[in-house]
């Protein structure tokens, strides 16, 4: 089973800031690894599939990298709506199932 | 528009059942796998149970093995989460989420707004 870690727990930046997010896996996942954002309640929001690709509507500001284990999402400038709670995913062929990272709450500083 | 509806949640006593029901529409609903992930009150996503798009394929969590059952219904455009055995630990937020790709995505890329299952007595 793969297990995702995600670090900071939490973020405390100000807007205009640059955030760096950070997940790694227990194993490689190749680049099977997606980003979500979530606000208080609301369902998450589609932000990075693959590792780097953008998803449709989702500003340039947000960016994926990585490889194997490692993965980063990282907003370039922070605005006052990016200030929320961010899922790493991954979702391998097989078995079907998906995991999910504790999160990192990004919060105004 | 692409849109994915959920419903069934509620207050339910422990060791009873429920059903949730997924409504989608605005996509080939029968071209995507479809998949369960839940959020207890102030934790995070955990995902639940996955079905292929033909509906072949089923894969459950651990924690819900053998209590609960995905099911689709291609011809109505709806998927379903059979909950039996119901414990505390399941009250959460239950949301129903579509693959990015037909047949075999990787990610969800569309989420129902969720629908709430209270287990208690």
């Known amino acids: 089973e793969i297990v995702l870690t995600q670090s900071p727990a939490t973020l405390s930046l100000s807007p205009g800031e640059r955030a760096t997010l950070s997940c790694r896996a227990s194993?490689?996942?190749?680049?099977?690894l997606a980003w979500y954002q979530q606000k208080p309640g609301q369902a998450p929001r589609l932000l990075i599939y693959d590792t780097a690709n953008r998803a449709t509507g989702i500003p340039v500001r947000f960016s994926g990298s990585g490889s194997g284990a490692d993965f980063t999402l990282t907003i370039s400038s922070l605005e006052p709506d990016d200030f929320a709670i961010y899922y790493c995913?991954?979702?391998?062929?097989?078995?079907?199932?998906?995991?999910f990272g504790p999160g990192t709450k990004v919060d105004i500083k | 528009q692409v849109q994915l509806v959920e419903s069934g949640g509620g207050v339910v006593q422990p060791g009873r059942s429920l059903r949730l029901s997924c409504a989608a529409s605005?996509?080939?609903?029968?071209?995507?796998?479809m998949h369960w992930v839940r959020q207890a009150p102030g934790k995070g996503l955990a995902w639940v149970a996955v079905i292929s798009y033909e509906g072949s394929t089923e894969y459950y969590a651990d924690s819900v093995k053998g209590r609960f059952t995905i099911s689709r219904d291609n011809s109505k455009n709806t998927l379903s989460l059979q909950m039996n055995s119901l414990r505390a630990e399941d009250t959460a937020v239950y949301y129903c989420?579509?693959?990015?790709?037909?047949?075999?995505?990787?990610?969800?890329?569309?989420w129902g707004q969720g629908t709430m299952v209270t287990v208690s007595s």
């Open positions: 605005g996509f080939t609903f029968s071209s995507y796998g």
């Open positions: 995913q991954h979702k391998g062929q097989w078995p079907p199932g998906a995991t």
């Open positions: 194993q490689n996942i190749d680049n099977y």
């Open positions: 989420a579509k693959e990015t790709v037909p047949t075999a995505g990787f990610a969800f890329d569309i």
